[in-house]
């Protein structure tokens, strides 16, 4: 009986028993650095990505040098995927529009003919409409590629090779910067102007150890694409290119437009960096609907194709400056742009570097370039001459070449031996043309073989002096200059560079139209503003049961103090206030005030301005007003009470003397140096009492005298000696004809 064969399944390839954990990190590990290293970091020679750079490579492949003819970004797409990037063809293809919008690269690389997207965030057509081709600057990228100038790498297939690099002519990494993030790690590299980094460049040739504070001077911060205004100190800009990290402010440019009649608008021509238009106005209008924005009365985008965004301010006695600053603070007109030069480095190895150390590995792989090019032509060279040599040969000897070729059945070995050629000059003999070789002319031959021979007398020595190599480096960069110089219209700085902004407090007064006003409030706490300053307001209205108790002449600017009977200053913008008509509105509705507090007293808030403050009990201090703001309804408590104290005298502290009037009906006049100035507390004793307390305080000038209503008069005594004493003492009656309500108004 035959044996069965065995059918049992043969494991295929190596299998091998390991942890887990250590398993998955082993992959994760190995995922993070394909990551990094071939898809989301930098070169820092050439300053691209794997899909940029494959994104040139295939279009120089496909002949789309500058100037010559479109073609489909579908076939440029289509290339790259199928040779060079086995990815997504809608990520290259993003990738390659980035590359040709002028607002988003400095410098664009591509030169893309179609729809391929807005600064309004608007997406470009689809890859079957547009057309593309190199950039100027993609042809620097990419020049003398074929000069072994770099590296080359199998692609993912094997079918085909990929440069690791590029020569990189362009200072691409720095001119038009790079973004990613990375597993770990990410990079935020702002554009830069391309003339201001051929001055570093020479720069740092010449003084190969240059500090980064030199090298700003020379390229001072990032040229955006999209203007704007760099605002932001040269400290903060030197410390974060020392270290390759920092946070740059920009801010969009605006100007302001006089209209008829003296009013004005402000017309925004550029804006921040990476920010889209429309999102941007949007958000605008958003917040302009909330009415976080009270400065803003109306947004309009009259774009075309410059940008043009119209901002109606609310009053023409709005600032300029404050409604900006407001702008800049709670929109995307100002945005920071993060700084991480954080870049793979010519060994692979992905870190941080300084501005001084980006620009030295560029001029290292220019140098690299500069030499791998330059043993590239000596082997041309050689391989020439060697040529030349054999040509001479059968220049001098043309009879017997020809007679050799026609009889002999290997004339090569022949020639060979005869004249002792090599096999590359017998093989160029062999190769040769009937019609070249009548033209030939031994003074030819010669002239030829003399020039190269200079020629590779100067690359030798080239090769040989690192001064001649950076001195031939340094007029590259030269003539790049001259292409991408100031005076050309890709060449000028557009972001401007501007100061830090200080940190400005913006009066909520400015957008308040200053009118008279007088600020009436009742004896039950009614309050209201009627526009003029009333002169007789007798004729004033109140509800039934009630009447006037403060009547206030001042303007819709001002701010309303109120200290109630609790201690507590509050705080009331007159332009908050209803309305004459009617009997206005009640004050507790507007302050936290309770039902069982009222209040003590009601004046304008003079800024500096020093008050008397006492309680009930005749303790009390002098606190400036600027003290007693209060930003909530709560207000702000400044006068301690004990339990059944009210507060009981609030009074402008101007003079030198303090007078007193107790419910004993007993006057102290004394020094107002007496009483000390706080911000909160109980106070000192002014005047004691046996029985009762205070009733009334008031601060006068001893040289004018102390005045005191009676009636509809005023009266004024100044010889007052008798009831000058010291603080806290218990005083005197007062003089005759004293007011029986124990009050000084």
Not at 60 to 65: K, V, Y
Not at 120 to 147: S, V
Not at 253 to 259: D, M
Request: glycine share 8%; hydrophobic share 40%; net charge neutral.
């Amino acid at each position: 009986m035959a044996k069965k064969p065995n059918t049992a399944p043969q494991p295929e390839g190596e299998i091998r028993i390991a942890n887990l954990a250590d398993a998955l990190g082993e992959r994760y590990l190995s995922y993070a650095l394909s990551t990094i290293m071939a898809r989301s970091l930098p070169d820092v020679r050439d300053g691209l990505k794997p899909v940029h750079r494959r994104l040139l490579y295939a279009m120089r492949q496909l002949r789309l040098e500058p100037g010559s003819g479109f073609k489909k970004s579908a076939r440029v797409v289509g290339d790259t995927m199928g040779q060079f990037h086995p990815h997504g063809d809608q990520s290259i293809y993003d990738a390659m529009v980035r590359m040709a919008q002028d607002f988003a690269q400095r410098y664009p690389l591509v030169d893309g003919q179609g729809n391929f997207g807005n600064i309004d965030g608007d997406n470009a057509a689809a890859m079957r409409y547009t057309e593309a081709r190199l950039t100027e600057a993609a042809g620097l990228m990419l020049a003398e590629i074929d000069n072994d100038t770099v590296d080359f790498r199998q692609t993912y297939d094997g079918e085909n090779a990929e440069p690791i690099v590029l020569p990189a002519a362009f200072p691409n990494l720095l001119a038009n910067g790079a973004q990613g993030i990375a597993v770990g790690m990410a990079t935020s590299i702002p554009p830069h102007n391309v003339a201001e980094i051929c001055d570093a460049l020479q720069h740092l040739i010449k003084t190969p150890n240059a500090r980064v504070e030199t090298l700003i001077n020379l390229m001072p911060g990032p040229d955006f694409p999209t203007g704007g205004i760099l605002s932001e100190t040269r400290e903060t800009i030197v410390e974060a290119y020392k270290t390759g990290r920092g946070s740059l402010r920009v801010r969009a440019r605006w100007e302001v437009e006089e209209l008829k009649g003296g009013a004005w608008q402000i017309v925004i021509t550029e804006i921040p960096y990476q920010v889209a238009k429309s999102k941007l106005i949007e958000k605008i209008a958003e917040l302009l609907q909330e009415k976080k924005l009270p400065f803003l009365d109306d947004i309009q985008d009259e774009s075309a194709a410059d940008v043009r965004v119209v901002l109606t301010p609310k009053s023409r006695n709005v600032e300029p400056e404050h409604l900006m600053e407001q702008m800049f603070r709670l929109t995307d007109l100002e945005i920071r742009f993060g700084l991480n030069m954080n870049v793979l480095g010519a060994d692979q190895v992905p870190r941080v570097m300084s501005l001084a150390e980006v620009l030295r590995a560029y001029l290292d792989h220019r140098r690299e370039v500069l030499q791998r090019r330059s043993r590239h032509r000596l082997a041309e060279i050689e391989r020439r001459l060697e040529i030349l040599e054999g040509y001479l040969i059968v220049y001098l000897n043309i009879d017997a070449v020809i007679r050799i070729i026609r009889t002999e059945d290997d004339p090569k070995a022949v020639m060979i031996k005869k004249w002792k050629l090599t096999d590359l000059q017998a093989d160029a003999i062999l190769n040769m043309r009937l019609r070249a070789l009548r033209k030939l002319e031994e003074i030819e031959i010669k002239t030829e073989h003399k020039n190269l021979t200079n020629e590779k007398r100067d690359l030798n020595a080239l090769l040989k002096d690192e001064g001649r190599q950076w001195e031939k480096i340094n007029g590259e960069i030269g003539e790049l200059k001259k292409s991408y110089g100031p005076k050309t219209e890709l060449g000028r700085r557009r972001t401007e560079l501007g100061e830090a902004p200080s940190a400005e407090i913006i009066p909520l007064e400015a957008l308040i139209e200053r009118e008279p006003v007088t600020v009436i409030c009742s004896q039950k706490g009614w309050i209201r503003a009627m526009k003029g300053h009333v002169e007789d307001t007798t004729e004033i209205k109140f509800k039934e049961g009630d009447r006037g108790k403060f009547e206030i002449k001042c303007e819709t600017t001002d701010k309303l103090l109120v200290f109630g009977t609790n201690g507590t200053f509050y705080t009331l913008g007159i332009d908050t206030l209803p309305g004459g008509r009617g009997h206005g509105e009640p004050i507790r509705l507007l302050i936290d005030l309770g039902n069982d507090q009222d209040i003590v007293q009601v004046m304008i808030h003079k800024p500096g301005q020093k008050l008397l403050v006492a309680s009930a009990d005749g303790r009390g201090f002098v606190v400036n007003s600027d003290e007693v703001l209060a930003q909530t309804r709560a207000g702000k408590q400044v006068l301690s009470l004990p339990d059944g104290v009210e507060a009981q005298v609030c009074t402008p502290a101007e003079g030198d003397m303090v007078a007193c009037i107790g419910e004993n009906r007993k006057m102290l006049l004394f020094k107002l140096e007496e009483v000390p100035e706080m911000a909160r507390g109980r106070g000192v004793m002014l005047q004691k009492y046996k029985d009762g307390g205070l009733s009334d305080a008031k601060v006068y000038s001893r040289k004018d005298g102390l005045s005191w209503r009676l009636g509809d008069k005023t009266r004024t005594e100044t010889n007052l000696r008798d009831w000058i004493g010291e603080r806290a003492q218990a005083g005197r009656l007062p003089p005759q004809g004293f007011p029986r309500g124990n009050k000084f108004t």
